[in-house]
């Protein structure tokens, strides 16, 4: 979904301009994570910059992550990051994952509020005025929820419906189902969210978790120009877990309650067979049905010893404490830095 020239014209312009606009801090930063996009990276630049210009002026800035792209990802930026001093690029040396290349554009951004959105332009720049506006209303974070789940498959919708509620149930906070990493954050919102230090990163999670003034826009998702989602099963997945073990241990109590439970019911089967000897007839009915439920029980037993070793392999990656990924190259003008918080 691309904006046409009614939606632009109808985009509202704040005016930002000064005699030397070109030495101050952006306003606005968008920052977008890339893996393989070197198609979608000139389209998405065009649509972004024809936004923001009406909407801060110059006072914006482009921040795309090449989170390891095997393709002329990074040529493209740094293509456009020589014919625009408002694009700056950042390398990653391998591919570190989505919510690592977030982190790294939102460690180099520098504006007073900072977008976040995919580079396929499914997340509309349409919507980026309303994100502004909502913003200079007051609210430190604005949040989207994507409305079209009919044009999502069941299996998707399913496991991102049941992920939502069990997040929520075993966290304490509420993550509405259509939510992703397409918000605007203000800069005390960023500041504090990058004080976090741990690894497993889940944004959205973290960004809740901090408790600032915030509202919701839906959107209706537009159509990906050019390629395939790179976001596969297997790392829905294994964002879904991170989400859930970085914000609770109630799976660990849900383990320790069923071994009770289990050794209860042991514990009866033991007694059961005592009395049976002495009191019966030298044999005890019902050794069939004993063994199956020792075989669930150690099934459940099993399941619960991978759970917590899930959550001391955690404990190992934080205690080793290496870089949450490595930026190896970086392009763009190097205008003068934020002090950190």
């Known amino acids: 979904m691309h904006s046409t020239d009614a939606e632009r014209a109808a985009a509202p312009t704040m005016h930002f301009d000064s005699p030397d606009s070109s030495d101050q801090l952006p306003v606005l930063s968008v920052v977008v994570p890339a893996y393989n996009e070197v198609r979608n990276i000139p389209l998405l630049h065009q649509h972004v910059a024809e936004m923001l210009q009406r909407l801060v002026a110059d006072r914006w800035e482009l921040v795309i992550v090449d989170d390891g792209s095997r393709d002329a990802t990074w040529a493209a930026i740094r293509k456009l990051a020589a014919s625009d001093p408002r694009v700056r690029g950042i390398r990653l040396s391998r591919n570190f994952g989505h919510q690592y290349a977030l982190m790294a554009g939102l460690e180099a951004a520098e504006g007073d509020a900072v977008i976040t959105m995919d ?85 959205r999670g973290l960004t809740e978790w901090l408790g600032f003034a915030s509202c919701a826009i839906p959107y209706n998702a537009g159509e990906r120009t050019w390629g395939q989602s790179q976001y596969s099963l297997k790392k829905m997945f294994s964002l879904a877990w991170k989400g859930l073990s970085s914000f609770s241990i109630l799976p660990l109590r849900i383990g320790t309650f069923i071994g009770l439970l289990g050794s209860v019911l042991s514990l009866c089967s033991i007694f059961y067979a005592f009395f049976g000897k002495i009191f019966g007839e030298g044999t005890v009915p019902g050794w069939a049905s004993t063994m199956m439920v020792l075989s669930v029980l150690f099934a459940l037993l099993f399941i619960y010893l991978g759970i917590l070793g899930e959550y001391v392999g955690r404990i190992i990656i934080e205690v080793r404490g290496r870089p949450r990924f490595i930026v190896c190259e970086t392009a763009g003008t190097d205008k003068c830095r934020r002090s950190g918080p």
């Not at 609210?139 to 929820?145: D, E, H, P, S, Y």
Request: aromatic share 16%; hydrophobic share 40%.
């Open 119 to 203: 580079c396929d332009l499914q997340h509309p720049v349409e919507i980026l005025p309303v994100l502004f506006e909502k913003w200079r209303a007051g609210f430190k974070v604005v949040k989207t929820l994507r409305q079209d789940v009919h044009d999502v498959g069941w299996f998707k919708g399913w496991t991102s419906r049941t992920f939502y509620r069990l997040f929520s149930y075993l966290s304490g906070m509420e993550l509405q189902p259509g939510e992703a990493d397409f918000r605007l954050l203000d800069r005390q919102v960023l500041d504090e969210l990058l004080r976090f230090n741990e690894q497993g990163l889940f944004l």
